[in-house]
T-cell receptor
Framework: DAGVTQSPTHLIKTRGQQVTLRCSPK?????VSWYQQALGQGPQFIFQ???????QRGNFPDRFSGHQFPNYSSELNVNALLLGDSALYLC????????????FGEGSRLTVL | AQSVSQHNHHVILSEAASLELGCNYS??????LFWYVQYPGQHLQLLLK??????LVKGIKGFEAEFIKSKFSFNLRKPSVQWSDTAEYFC?????????????FGKGTKLSVKP
């Protein structure tokens, strides 16, 4: 039974570029949340997707956007990258809009130069 | 806004020592509280959670936590740590809205256990 899988595991971008990160939820899960974890900090909630719609959003600018596909997988897009976007991006999946217990992936480490 | 504070950034213990990691949250209403653990090179895993009922919650691997509403605290404890407990520990509270998909995390406490 596959857990939450994320790709890529590491990537390097330059300021101003755009990035897309991908997440496949744990088998049987249908809701996906994205978190940003800066170095030395706890994860910070970006947004949650359920039924292909953004259901909740944290305090992140519109440069951060997402999508959920009919197979429940999800993408996180970040436009106009800033140095401060360098972080570990975590995907977590759960069941239903209330999510239930969250299962986390190992993350995508983004470095912006 | 809700927030979570973890008092210790780095705790170093010898094996068999007792552990208590502090966690305080800011919200005064009904709260759902969690402790997650991240072992080196692994993903975040749920240790235990509190929604209601008995304020003493038991989790996996011998961990427990006590919810004290009057102190806005949810401290994590283990009577005797092992080297394998070396990890980073995060306290979290469910954010506003009905979903547990929105969690507010503390900054984490790194635990190092010396063999």
């Amino acid at each position: 039974d596959a857990g939450v899988t994320q790709s890529p595991t590491h990537l390097i971008k330059t300021r101003g570029q755009q990035v897309t990160l991908r997440c496949s939820p744990k088998s049987g899960h249908d809701t996906v949340s994205w978190y940003q974890q800066a170095l030395g900090q706890g994860p910070q909630f970006i947004f949650q997707y359920y039924e292909e719609e953004e259901r909740q959003r944290g305090n992140f600018p519109d440069r951060f956007s997402g999508h959920q596909f009919p197979n429940y997988s999800s993408e996180l897009n970040v436009n106009a990258l800033l140095l401060g976007d360098s972080a570990l991006y975590l995907c977590a999946s759960g069941t239903g809009e209330a999510a239930g217990e969250l299962f986390f992936g190992e993350g995508s480490r983004l470095t912006v130069l | 806004a809700q927030s979570v504070s973890q008092h210790n950034h780095h705790v170093i213990l010898s094996e068999a020592a007792s552990l208590e990691l502090g966690c305080n949250y800011s919200y005064g209403g009904t709260v759902n509280l969690f402790w997650y653990v991240q072992y080196p090179g692994q993903h975040l895993q749920l240790l235990l959670k509190y929604f209601s009922g008995d304020p003493l919650v038991k989790g996996i691997k011998g961990f427990e936590a006590e919810f004290i509403k009057s102190k806005f605290s949810f401290n994590l404890r283990k009577p005797s740590v092992q080297w394998s407990d070396t990890a980073e520990y995060f306290c979290a509270v469910k954010g506003y809205g009905g979903s547990q998909g929105n969690l507010i995390f503390g900054k984490g406490t790194k635990l190092s256990v010396k063999p």
